[in-house]
């Protein structure tokens, strides 16, 4: 009886049945806690920022910032299409932006209004922030690019002007 | 003096134009850049070689409460379209308001009380400052690199200037001295000014229009 009962048990235990010969136990478990770790990283995100959500009422974002798109729309000038993304994947990324930003005021707000955060609101906060700083950018890797390009540029003028000098006799 | 666009004004800026009444804001926006010098009024970043399009008008005083002054033009400001997305719905209790922890803006706040350059970082000297920064964030490590780099561009961009207008210089006093090579002189010179046209230009999209009124 009680040997029928340990080889349910251990019958249970997928890593003993799965597992390779040769794959040290440590091994499989820790591929374990990884696939655990992935599945439950965004369920605790959502469970986090979740509750937030009802910010959105008392923070109506989306009536307040004017996107360029928007002012350019109401011009009747047509919008560049975008090259790396699609129109429904922009939306998504428009909303999702806002609202990690959203979040992200009303963990302020509630930071300056009771001065000191919880530690789990601290937490959520520099993950919100993280998040507003990764969609919301203010530079680009373009805005780097366009200052290469100039000092490139500027690289072309020194060397024709090195070049001018010379010709002339200058220095 | 090196040019920098990174200051903050010392005293309150009074707007310079009156434009009548349009009923979208969005007519305002050559007006804002015009009026700013196509500058963000809260990170003092100019258009740059990015160009107009990372600009946006912000409502300072938010269009979901503040409904009369939605095309009022003292009310709109020029700035960075992300600052005025992370802005968003931000709006100052009566509570931070007693306790100054509010966003400043050039017209109504003189911002160098609030918040001021420290080479490519911004320092805050208020509570204002403090919150602006937290809300904006002035400070993120990529604009801090950003503006690192626009004023490495600067310095390099007003060296070659230099450089160049010594050249042509030197160029009109050997006009003087050799009449005789007067004509190759003049091509010279002329190619040397097309060049120094181009070094402006890239300063003043780099640089910006800083107004005097400005440092």
């Known amino acids: 009886m009680e040997d029928s009962t340990a080889l349910a048990f251990h019958s249970a235990l997928p890593d003993r049945v799965d597992k390779p010969e040769d794959t040290p136990r440590s091994v499989e478990r820790d591929r374990r806690i990884t696939t655990l770790g992935v599945l439950a990283f965004p369920l605790a995100l959502a469970t986090m920022v979740t509750p937030m959500t009802s910010a959105r009422e008392l923070f109506p974002i989306v009536g307040d910032s004017t996107a360029f798109a928007e002012e350019s729309k109401e011009e009747g000038l047509a919008l560049p299409a975008p090259d790396t993304i699609s129109a429904g994947e922009e939306a998504f990324q428009v909303s999702e932006a806002d609202v990690a930003n959203r979040t992200r005021l009303a963990l302020l707000a509630r930071h300056y209004e009771a001065a000191r955060l919880s530690i789990e609101e601290e937490a959520r906060l520099a993950i919100v922030t993280e998040r507003v700083r990764h969609l919301i950018p203010r530079v680009t890797e373009d805005d780097f690019e366009a200052l290469q390009a100039i000092l490139e540029d500027v690289e072309r003028i020194k060397s024709a002007d090195i070049e001018r000098r010379r010709r002339l006799g200058i220095d | ?215």
């Open chain 2, 1 to 215: 003096m090196p040019l920098n666009p990174f200051r903050y004004a010392q005293s309150r800026y009074r707007r310079k134009l009156n434009p009548p009444s349009y009923s979208g804001y969005s007519r305002y926006k050559p007006l804002l850049k015009q009026e700013f010098t196509s500058q963000c009024v809260y990170g003092r970043l100019p258009a740059g070689p990015k160009g107009e399009d990372s600009f946006s008008i912000d409502h300072y005083r938010l269009q979901s409460k503040f409904l009369e002054l939605v095309t009022t033009y003292a009310n709109l400001f020029c700035a960075c379209s992300c600052w005025n997305r992370r802005k968003g719905a931000f709006w100052p209790t009566d509570a931070q308001w007693r306790a100054k922890q509010f966003i400043p803006n050039p017209c109504d706040h003189v911002m160098f009380e609030h918040l001021r350059y420290r080479s490519a970082r911004v320092e805050t000297k208020s509570p204002a400052g403090a919150l602006a920064e937290r809300v904006l964030m002035l400070n993120d490590e990529r604009s801090v690199d950003y503006r690192e780099f626009v004023l490495s561009v600067i310095a390099v961009l007003e060296e070659k200037k230099r450089r160049l207008q010594e050249t042509i210089s030197r160029i009109d006093r050997q006009r003087l001295s050799y009449p005789e090579r007067a004509e190759r002189l003049s091509e010279e010179k002329i190619s040397a000014e097309r060049d120094l046209a181009r070094l402006e230009h890239h300063l003043s999209r780099v640089a910006g229009g800083v107004s005097m009124e400005a440092l």
